[in-house]
Structure formats: C-alpha cells, structure tokens
C-alpha cells in the first residue's frame, strides 16, 4: 500500500502521520487489495470555527476509486470520521465483490 499524507497550510507533525497511519490500518484490515491511499489535511481560513479542520482522502482499490471527506473543528475528530466513512465505504465495495449467489444442487433422477 502507497500512503501519501500532506497537509495544505499546515505541517504534517511525525504525531499526525502516526495517528493516521494507525487509523487507516483499520482499512487495511477489513480489506487487503488497497493499492494507494492519499491523504490530504488543511486548515482553512474561514469565520466560523466549527468547520475549519479537514481532512479528505483518495483510496484506489482493486477494482474501483473512493473518496471522502471531513470537516471539524479538531483535526483528529475529522480523520476519526474520515476513516469512519471510508471504512463503511470499503466494506460495502468487499460485499459486493464477493458471489453471494449459491448454486442449486444437481438433481439425481
């Protein structure tokens, strides 16, 4: 897996980069065929505090692209959602690559 974590007007700490290294493990470990992930952490110049901290990723699986995005106040909070909507975005992908169709049994006559 290629990891790339930048931040945009902000410097990615060695405490930062840990700490999203070990949340997405969490990925890794519902589904092993991730071939890239990005990571990019901003901090925006906006009014309003609530929303300032975001984090968005890029994963490239086998088979397809994901996406997500989070915004909040505390950095942390918003790579801890992050990770939660990837996640729930991994699995769904793992279910529907898997054949949940049975084969129906011979008939002897």
Do not use: W
């Not at 997405?24 to 009014?47: A, G, N």
């Not at 939660?84 to 279910?95: A, G, I, N, S, T």
Request: charged share 35%; glycine share 2%.
């Amino acid at each position: 897996m290629n990891l790339t974590i930048s931040g945009h007007h902000l410097d990615v700490t060695p405490a930062l980069r840990n700490y999203v290294t070990s949340k997405l493990d969490r990925i890794t470990r519902h589904f092993d065929q991730v071939v890239d992930v990005k990571v990019i952490l901003t901090v925006e110049k906006q009014k309003e505090k609530e929303r300032r901290q975001r984090a968005e990723c890029n994963i490239h699986v086998k088979g397809s692209d994901m996406f997500a995005e989070s915004s909040h106040a505390d950095l942390y909070a918003a790579v801890d959602d992050l990770v939660d909507k990837l996640d729930r975005q991994v699995v769904r992908h793992k279910d529907r690559l898997q054949d949940h169709h049975h084969t129906a049994p011979k008939r002897v006559m």
